[in-house]
């Protein structure tokens, strides 16, 4: 369980850090503790933890205060209150907190506590597969398909309703206007025919989702349409990938396993072109910053990011360099020669000689070789 630990008291965090260490039957990992809670919320708006063990009393804000914006913005997270006053009992369940511990902490009563966190968060986690099993789940990295909720591949009644799908579900959290979905659905139609195919395209999209179990799909408020469904997909862990403030090997495998081909790339709608490239742009800056800084030793990694930056961007000369610079470094000599005349034949399609610096380093390893 990974948690931290507030209190404007240095010393209290002291003995608390270390009874915690002690208690090896819980792996616990203090991600951070901080004697300021204004230092903490913003800590815990980029880090996510299970539990956070909190002073009531603090000079600079009040303990249930600071538990109550947790609480609002993370219901899963687990407060436990620390107070030397035993009548702030009362107050800390008013805030759903798990439990609370009297000051000073003794080992016996931490115990009991980090049980009961432990049982919260095993029921938790029950709960959250049970909860992913019942969502919806689109595949849209490469080409599009949808789950329904006992796993089957869904079937649409037209192209146009599996578009609108599309489209409301990437607009879902704002309500789109009538019009402007007309606008980028149907542009080559007067309105009034657009608008009845719309009208129409929606009661079947809508009648498609309730017969597989969704209550009010979608929601109509002042002519503006909203999907609303809660569902999974490959877009939601792109996406999740590419916020990621640092990368190691574990997250860049992730990455390549996740980013099979471009979003909706067998799809030819132009409201999603933005978003395709958006996101290809991302994996591609993501990959050029691991295989330029990185000093992993995995080199069969690096290989394979390599490889994807040319499927994704196939005549970029500085990646044919790189690709070929590895190449050597690996002493691979025979892949270097394919490679070589890979990228000959590449660039012969756009009518473009070997670049002078990959071809200098062709030429310079080929006499020591």
């Given at each position: 369980?990974?948690?931290?630990?507030?209190?404007?008291?240095?010393?209290?965090?002291?003995?608390?850090?270390?009874?915690?260490?002690?208690?090896?039957?819980?792996?616990?990992?203090?991600?951070?503790?901080?004697?300021?809670?204004?230092?903490?919320?913003?800590?815990?708006?980029?880090?996510?933890?299970?539990?956070?063990?909190?002073?009531?009393?603090?000079?600079?804000?009040?303990?249930?205060q600071v538990a109550k914006q947790l609480v609002k913005r993370n219901p899963f997270l687990q407060v436990i209150f620390v107070t030397a006053h035993s009548q702030f009992a009362v107050d800390a369940f008013e805030v759903e907190a798990t439990d609370y511990l009297l000051k000073p902490v003794h080992e016996n009563r931490l115990i009991k506590a980090l049980t009961k966190v432990?049982?919260?968060?095993?029921?938790?986690?029950?709960?959250?597969?049970?909860?992913?099993?019942?969502?919806?789940?689109?595949?849209?990295?490469?080409?599009?398909?949808?789950?329904?909720?006992?796993?089957?591949?869904?079937?649409?009644?037209?192209?146009?309703?599996?578009?609108?799908?599309?489209?409301?579900?990437?607009?879902?959290?704002?309500?789109?206007?009538?019009?402007?979905?007309?606008?980028?659905?149907?542009?080559?139609?007067?309105?009034?025919?657009?608008?009845?195919?719309?009208?129409?395209?929606?009661?079947?999209?809508?009648?498609?989702?309730?017969?597989?179990?969704?209550?009010?799909?979608?929601?109509?408020?002042?002519?503006?349409?909203?999907?609303?469904?809660?569902?999974?997909?490959?877009?939601?862990?792109?996406?999740?990938?590419?916020?990621?403030?640092?990368?190691?090997?574990?997250?860049?495998?992730?990455?390549?396993?996740?980013?099979?081909?471009?979003?909706?790339?067998?799809?030819?709608?132009?409201?999603?072109?933005?978003?395709?490239?958006?996101?290809?742009?991302?994996?591609?800056?993501?990959?050029?910053?691991?295989?330029?800084?990185?000093?992993?030793?995995?080199?069969?990694?690096?290989?394979?990011?390599?490889?994807?930056?040319?499927?994704?961007?196939?005549?970029?000369?500085?990646?044919?360099?790189?690709?070929?610079?590895?190449?050597?470094?690996?002493?691979?000599?025979?892949?270097?020669?394919?490679?070589?005349?890979?990228?000959?034949?590449?660039?012969?399609?756009?009518?473009?000689?070997?670049?002078?610096?990959?071809?200098?380093?062709?030429?310079?390893?080929?006499?020591?070789?």
């Amino acid at each position: 369980m990974n948690i931290i630990i507030v209190d404007d008291e240095k010393m209290a965090i002291d003995v608390l850090s270390i009874i915690l260490k002690r208690l090896t039957q819980f792996q616990v990992s203090i991600k951070g503790a901080f004697t300021n809670a204004v230092d903490a919320l913003h800590f815990l708006e980029k880090e996510s933890v299970d539990v956070i063990f909190l002073d009531i009393e603090m000079i600079d804000i009040q303990g249930i205060q600071v538990a109550k914006q947790l609480v609002k913005r993370n219901p899963f997270l687990q407060v436990i209150f620390v107070t030397a006053h035993s009548q702030f009992a009362v107050d800390a369940f008013e805030v759903e907190a798990t439990d609370y511990l009297l000051k000073p902490v003794h080992e016996n009563r931490l115990i009991k506590a980090l049980t009961k966190v432990q049982k919260r968060l095993k029921l938790q986690t029950e709960e959250n597969k049970e909860h992913e099993k019942s969502l919806l789940y689109a595949h849209t990295l490469g080409s599009f398909y949808l789950h329904n909720t006992q796993h089957e591949v869904m079937k649409w009644r037209t192209r146009k309703v599996r578009e609108l799908f599309l489209y409301l579900w990437l607009h879902q959290k704002q309500p789109m206007a009538n019009a402007v979905i007309i606008e980028e659905l149907w542009p080559d139609l007067d309105f009034e025919k657009a608008s009845s195919n719309l009208h129409t395209t929606i009661y079947q999209l809508r009648k498609l989702l309730k017969d597989n179990g969704l209550k009010e799909p979608i929601l109509l408020v002042n002519n503006h349409y909203q999907l609303n469904v809660e569902m999974k997909s490959d877009l939601d862990e792109l996406n999740s990938l590419l916020d990621q403030e640092n990368h190691d090997d574990v997250s860049i495998q992730k990455l390549l396993n996740c980013y099979e081909n471009d979003f909706l790339a067998e799809e030819e709608y132009s409201w999603a072109i933005h978003i395709r490239s958006h996101l290809k742009q991302g994996v591609l800056n993501i990959l050029e910053k691991y295989t330029a800084n990185s000093t992993s030793t995995n080199s069969l990694l690096k290989y394979n990011c390599l490889q994807k930056m040319l499927e994704l961007d196939e005549f970029n000369e500085q990646y044919m360099y790189q690709l070929l610079e590895f190449l050597i470094k690996q002493n691979k000599k025979q892949q270097c020669i394919e490679y070589h005349n890979h990228i000959k034949s590449k660039l012969i399609e756009i009518d473009l000689p070997i670049p002078d610096e990959i071809q200098r380093i062709y030429n310079d390893y080929m006499k020591e070789a």
